[in-house]
């Protein structure tokens, strides 16, 4: 690489000031000779802004004034950056401690070729420095997306190979400037989770490749006990809705009839059960919630629709 791509690491805040300025504080210490630091705000309440400001005077901050969600807040940073020229995005969770060598690689597994749209690496638990948290995603024959790669495993060298894949998670995400120049940013519909699933099939349909390199490494704390932590009614509300609103968007009407009677039976019969029988009264009530409001969506969305013929 004779010359260095301009490229913007993009992050989201949402009352997050301590993990904000660590994962700044790491973004400081790229390696990577051309890149800037942008943060989107999202209306926090916890001093985010003026902390930031007075730590870091240098770095682009934008101030939504509200919660737009994940994924419209983060489109408010692409759309910036875009504006500003930029050749890669580089999307990072807030909560995250990035490798020094990380955009390097990723910039030089995105240079390989033209048609790379998207490129992460491995993503590891904070708290656990060797376990991996994803390197990359499976496909699945009712969902589509799958499991994690390697999810909870200790690296031994066993996802050191580069390769292509259908998904991939965006703790870390570089993102080419044409992907967002010819397909867009997130879809703002999903507010939150599936946001990056359905950009990746949006991307790979207009021919663009997803790639996952081992080389390049970030470390992340995860909100298990944050307000769309693993266990929190939230998270099952928005999984089990946005769903629906991915399958709808990203499959064939037979297939999607088919995930329809898989996700009924399977995740909200039989999952409800599961936290009914411990006690998690909330929990199934807030998949079932969900699986409303995917419906809502879908009834909504229904007039004047065109299925995606492509099935993955």
């Known amino acids: 690489m004779v010359e260095f791509p301009k490229v913007s690491a993009i992050t ?25 630091i942008v943060v989107v705000d999202n209306g926090s309440t916890d001093g985010s802004v003026s902390a930031l400001r007075a730590q870091y005077p240098d770095i682009a901050i934008i ?11 983060f489109n408010v940073g692409l759309k910036y950056a875009y504006e500003n020229g930029v050749d890669y995005f580089l999307i990072v969770n807030n909560d995250t401690i990035i490798d020094p060598d990380a955009m390097t690689a990723l910039v030089l597994a995105a240079e390989s070729a033209p048609d790379i749209g998207f490129v992460s690496g491995k993503v590891y638990w904070h708290n656990d420095p060797n376990r991996l948290q994803t390197a990359g995603r499976l496909t699945d024959p009712h969902t589509l997306v799958g499991t994690h790669v390697a999810s909870g495993e200790i690296d031994n060298g066993q996802v050191d190979a580069s390769k292509e894949y259908d998904f991939i998670d965006d703790v870390f995400l570089l993102v080419r400037q044409s992907v967002y120049r010819e397909v867009g940013g997130y879809d703002p ?19 663009f490749k997803i ?20 266990l929190s009614p939230v998270r099952h509300y928005y999984l089990c809705r946005n769903e629906i609103v991915f399958m709808k968007k990203n499959t064939s009407p037979s297939r999607f009839l088919r995930y329809l009677l898989y ?17 998690k009264f909330q929990h199934a009530l807030a998949r079932l919630r969900g699986f409303g409001a995917g419906f809502v969506w879908l009834w909504q969305d229904w007039r004047g629709a065109r299925w995606n013929v492509r099935t993955m």
């Open 12 to 36: 989201l805040n949402w009352n997050g000031k301590d993990d904000t300025i660590e994962c700044i504080a790491s973004l400081k210490k790229l390696n990577y000779p051309n890149y800037d």
């Open 63 to 73: 101030e939504n004034g509200r919660n737009l969600g994940y994924a419209e807040g």
């Open 189 to 207: 519909n999903f507010f939150l989770y599936f946001e990056e699933t359905d950009w990746c099939a949006r991307v790979r349909r207009a021919g």
């Open 211 to 230: 790639i996952y390199t081992p080389h390049a490494k970030i470390w992340h704390k995860g909100q298990v006990g944050g307000p769309s932590g693993a």
């Open 263 to 279: 996700a009924l039976w399977q995740q909200l019969i039989l999952g409800s059960a599961r936290w009914i029988k411990h006690g």
